[in-house]
């Protein structure tokens, strides 16, 4: 997947609504956040996991850890 050469995000604990033109992978190196799909049921993200976000969705971020990312869009 060539996951180390994927750029990289990050933030401190925050709160903001996010919604994803592309579908995104993502690959956590550090943090915990609780992504809530609009009209849906909160998932915890933390450090070691990977997660696919689709085209279209909307959602809100609450990053409970500063978080840092590598991810991909496709």
């Not at 450090?47 to 971020?61: I, K, L, V, Y």
Request: charged content about 20%; glycine content about 10%; proline content about 7%.
């Amino acid at each position: 997947m060539g996951v180390p050469r994927w750029p990289t995000w990050g933030c401190g604990a925050s709160t903001f609504p996010w919604s994803y033109a592309e579908n995104e992978t993502c690959y956590v190196l550090q943090g915990r956040v609780l992504v809530t799909p609009d009209g849906g049921e909160a998932v915890e993200i933390k450090a070691g996991d990977m997660a696919t976000f689709p085209a279209g969705m909307s959602c809100t971020w609450d990053v409970k850890e500063a978080i840092n990312k590598h991810y991909n869009f496709h």
